[in-house]
């Protein structure tokens, strides 16, 4: 994106909130172009003012948008990029739990990979698949929705990224440990 988009995206923001930017001055607007360009720089212009319009649409607190409310505007509106909701996720693994006795490997690797990172490993399907189904059903249900949340939120956060910085946090949390690739 240009600097003259940016501006634009600028003056638009300006022309909705006039009582906050009525203060800013000339070294405060080309500061706000500077970070604005550095945090939009992957987006296009067409994405960075729909995602700024998204914002103005459901601003209801009548302040204007960092970058990144626009860019979490820009994500929001393209659902084909999110998780699937954490009860169809678990819909999945229940059926693979259900052929887990002798079949959890086979079953661990059909599921999408963020059910994966919620499971753990087959060894935890096979386990699963010994235990009655309401224990099943209610106790490890709710321990899989919370840890496909948290790893949905940390897709949903990493997504948003430029693809630079992406690849980079992979690496380091691979090396750390702290993501299963």
Request: with cysteine; proline share 5%.
């Amino acid at each position: 994106m240009t600097d003259a988009e940016i501006k634009k995206l600028i003056f638009v923001a300006k022309a909705n909130y006039p009582t906050v930017y009525g203060k800013y001055t000339a070294d405060d607007l080309n500061n706000l172009l500077i970070a604005w360009r550095m945090c939009l720089e992957d987006y296009t212009y067409e994405q960075a003012s729909m995602g700024l319009k998204a914002f103005m649409i459901n601003d209801t607190k009548g302040f204007p948008p960092t970058a990144g409310q626009i860019i979490d505007q820009i994500h929001k509106m393209h659902p084909q990029n999110q998780p699937m909701g954490a009860l169809e996720a678990w819909a999945l693994v229940y059926k693979a739990v259900c052929n887990s006795t002798y079949n959890a490997e086979s079953e661990f690797e059909k599921l999408p990979q963020l059910c994966q990172k919620a499971v753990g490993n087959p060894a935890n399907l096979r386990e699963m698949a010994s235990m009655d189904a309401d224990t099943v059903k209610s106790v490890e249900q709710s321990h899989f929705i919370r840890q496909y949340n948290a790893y949905a939120e940390r897709e949903r956060e990493v997504a948003k990224l430029p693809p630079s910085m992406r690849i980079g946090l992979q690496e380091r949390m691979m090396i750390d440990g702290t993501v299963n690739a």
